[in-house]
C-alpha cells in the first residue's frame, strides 16, 4: 500500500488561479500520472503546481514571493 504524499501547506497569501498553462506530454506518461494521482486522491493540476513551486523556490529561494511582490510594487511605482 502507497503512503499518501504530504498535502503542501500554504503559505503567504492564497495563490490567484487565473492563469492557464497547457503541457503537451506523451499519452502513456499522462495515463500513468492521472493513475497515480487517482489512488492519491489528488488532482493532476495539484501535481503540476506543486512541482512548479519546487522549481521556482529552487532557483529563487523560499522567499520568492515576496521577491517578486516587490518587483511588481517597483514597477506600479514606476507607472504613476
Not at 21 to 45: F, N, W
Not at 60 to 70: C, K
Request: one cysteine or more.
Amino acid at each position: 500500500s502507497r503512503s499518501r504524499p504530504q498535502q503542501p501547506r500554504s503559505q503567504g497569501p492564497v495563490e490567484e488561479r487565473t492563469a492557464r498553462l497547457s503541457v503537451l506530454i506523451d499519452p502513456k506518461k499522462k495515463a500513468a500520472l492521472e493513475a497515480i494521482c487517482r489512488q492519491d486522491d489528488i488532482t493532476p493540476s495539484q501535481v503540476v503546481r506543486q512541482l512548479i513551486r519546487s522549481f521556482i523556490e529552487a532557483r529563487l529561494g523560499p522567499d520568492w514571493r515576496d521577491q517578486m511582490l516587490a518587483t511588481e510594487d517597483e514597477a506600479a511605482d514606476l507607472e504613476i
